[in-house]
């Protein structure tokens, strides 16, 4: 069964400090999408990163980082620098291929603050 | 503004009734998702469909269900509505149902509150 956990319930860190948000995921499938979404105050979500089983490249995009580990299904999200404008709730989602479609889980989330 | 639109924005209605939501994709989009999210189970994945046709199915009760139209877009109907149905319901859409290929677009929500 597809499984997804954020073990990380909230995180408080100061302005500038680099915060690493961790995701495990639990598949039986060998082709699956990763995604990383971001939920702020206001309750919009926002997609940030997807990741499909196949490609184990790291990624950096400004502040934001990726890494995708398989060894170990796993799929962390580091934000270098954080700025209080990064406080929000990171959701981890997994996909998987159903029949037709794609299944699409979401981990509990992890609720950042970023502190002035 | 992710181009996915959903109405209304919040509704308030009492146990044992029934509503429907209401989203319109992104356009050229033709992969509607809807998604509900409350405190207690949060965010689930309830249905996909695809150019009119159900593709995937999640934690979805017997209670939903959902269309898409000729016009792609998509009603989600709650009826014999709960407390526990109290949420926020997404609506996502992407270019293929291919979920993996193309990221969803969420909208921005319905507020569903049941009294």
């Known amino acids: 069964a597809q499984k997804v956990t954020q073990a990380q319930t909230e995180i408080s860190v100061v302005e500038k400090e680099d915060v690493t948000l961790d995701c495990v995921y639990e598949t039986r499938d060998t082709t699956y999408y990763l995604f990383w979404y971001k939920q702020p105050p206001s309750g919009e979500l926002v997609f940030l990163i997807r990741?499909?089983?196949?490609?184990?490249q790291n990624e950096i995009s400004g502040r934001y980082s990726w890494n995708f580990q398989k060894s170990t299904s796993s799929f962390n999200f580091t934000i270098t620098a954080s700025q209080v404008v990064d406080s929000a709730v990171y959701f981890c989602?997994?996909?998987?291929?159903?029949?037709?479609?794609?299944?699409?889980?979401f981990g509990a989330g992890t609720r950042l603050f970023v502190k002035a | 503004d992710s181009g996915v639109t959903q109405t209304p924005k919040h509704l308030i209605t009492a146990t044992g009734q029934r509503v429907t939501l209401r989203c319109s994709p992104r356009s050229g989009d033709l992969s509607v998702y809807w998604y509900q999210q409350s405190l207690d189970q949060g965010l689930q994945f309830l249905i996909q469909?695809?150019?009119?046709?159900?593709?995937a199915k999640g934690n979805i009760l017997e209670r939903f269900s959902a269309q898409q139209f000729p016009d792609l877009h998509s009603e989600l109907n709650l009826s014999s509505l709960e407390l526990g149905d109290s949420a926020l319901y997404f609506c996502a859409s992407s270019v293929t149902f291919r979920v993996g290929s193309n990221e969803q677009f969420f909208g921005p929500g319905t507020r569903l509150t049941v009294l």
């Open positions: 989602a997994l996909s998987e291929v159903e029949t037709g479609g794609f299944k699409t889980i």
């Open positions: 990741r499909n089983s196949f490609d184990e």
């Open positions: 469909y695809y150019n009119g046709e159900e593709r």
